[in-house]
């Protein structure tokens, strides 16, 4: 079993940045962990993929973060992080980390709340 801690989340204005990070543990059959993730739920909506980062370093973002959001893994640490600037209320939801080795993990959630 792999375990998943998330920290970082809080609340913060329009236009103001949070890092959020995610430390992988447990028993971890492929390193480093092939795809690290982050996906967020806003309520009332359905979970939805943020970013993305492989064993290879290849990103991919969602349309909606592209360019404010950065995502970035420390494979020594097996720590997957997400830097979020230019925050918007719309951003506002519980941020979920994900990873992917021998089978699909999640992590308990951390709440981002994004005000006007």
């Known amino acids: 079993q792999v375990q998943l801690v998330e920290s970082g989340g809080g609340s913060v204005q329009a236009g103001g940045s949070l890092r959020l990070a995610c430390e992988a543990s447990?028993?971890?059959?492929?390193?480093?962990?092939?795809?690290m993730a982050w996906s967020r739920q806003a309520p009332g909506k359905s979970r939805e993929s943020v970013a993305t980062?492989?064993?290879?370093?290849?990103?991919n973002y969602a349309d909606a973060v592209q360019g404010r959001f950065t995502i970035s893994r420390d494979n020594a640490k097996n720590m997957v992080y997400l830097q979020m600037d230019n925050l918007k209320p719309e951003d506002s939801g519980v941020y979920y980390c994900?990873?992917?080795?021998?089978?699909?993990?999640w992590g308990q959630g951390t709440q981002v709340t994004v005000s006007s």
């Open positions: 447990g028993r971890i059959d492929s390193l480093p962990i092939p795809i």
């Open positions: 980062i492989t064993r290879f370093d290849s990103k």
């Open positions: 994900k990873v992917v080795t021998d089978k699909l993990y």
